[in-house]
């Protein structure tokens, strides 16, 4: 991943390179890795994460119906 800084504009920079990280769910992948996750708990955060991404695709399929 490569950030430009464009006139010495770090704070700008800084964001984008937040916002760049959120989308690709280094966050996420960080705070994961900090502890122990139970196997129990791991299997129902994937279920979890699948009901979200497939109601997501339903409501894009949705709403590409209606329109």
Do not use: T
């Amino acid at each position: 991943m490569q950030i430009f800084v464009r006139d010495n504009n770090i704070d700008q920079a800084m964001r984008v390179l937040k916002k760049r990280m959120q989308r690709e769910g280094i966050f996420r992948e960080l705070k994961a890795k900090r502890a122990y996750e139970k196997p129990s708990e791991k299997r129902i955060r994937k279920k979890a994460e699948a009901i979200r991404r497939r109601r997501k695709l339903e409501r894009k399929k949705a709403l590409r119906e209606n329109s």
